[in-house]
């Protein structure tokens, strides 16, 4: 497929629950996803959401003291969205379901034809944990990304689980499991081209 003009941006969403410069392993996952990416032409950025005081809601922009709009001027300049979370008692953290609240305020924000600004973007899930859920996990984030305008490349998932009732965490890992390290590659292959097509041809409007 012939390169568009401009290259294509990712941006990472990473919702640990430890703040920076706290080792996390949802950054470390975030991180290699953006890495096989790059192999594609596609930079990007990473935001530790717990950083920055992201006030509960559905509105693009919480008021005073919210952090989200400087956060979403990111995502909209981004192609590609990746969101990584780790695993808690079997669930996305509370940040990722935040992130999940505050982009449903873009089903308000609309073109001309009606659809949301975030039409034509591309997201893709990232997921560690210690514990089952991974599979749980990445079926509610995709299906919340795709409610709110999101497209969703094929085998657009990563994740990783330690053995039932381990303690290892991601960042203990000497290297990357091939398995992992080739469902990323995937991931980062079928996300880069979906999205070139979709800037080269774009939904019709209504």
């Not at 300049?77 to 305020?105: F, K, N, Y």
Request: negative net charge.
């Amino acid at each position: 497929m012939t390169e568009t003009a401009s290259p294509l941006r990712a941006l990472a969403l990473v919702c640990t629950l430890s703040p920076s410069p706290a080792a996390s392993s949802s950054e470390k996952m975030a991180r290699e996803v953006l890495d096989a990416l790059a192999g594609h032409g596609v930079s990007g950025d990473v935001v530790r959401v717990v950083d920055h005081d992201v006030k509960p809601g559905v509105e693009v922009d919480m008021g005073e003291g919210d952090a989200w709009p400087a956060i979403r001027e990111q995502l909209m300049a981004a192609d590609i969205l990746i969101v990584s979370t780790p695993t808690w008692v079997g669930h996305m953290s509370s940040v990722a379901q935040r992130v999940l609240e505050r982009l449903d305020g873009e089903l308000s924000e609309t073109d001309d034809s009606g659809r949301p600004l975030v039409t034509g973007k591309v997201a893709v899930t990232a997921v560690v944990g210690n514990e089952d859920g991974a599979h749980k996990i990445t079926a509610d984030l995709m299906q919340g990304l795709n409610d709110i305008g999101f497209t969703i490349p094929a085998q657009g998932g990563t994740y990783w689980n330690d053995e039932a009732m381990g303690s290892r965490d991601y960042l203990d890992l000497e290297e990357t499991p091939e398995a992992v390290a080739s469902t990323t590659s995937t991931l980062a292959e079928n996300a880069a081209q979906l999205a070139r097509a979709l800037r080269a041809t774009p939904y019709p409007g209504r």
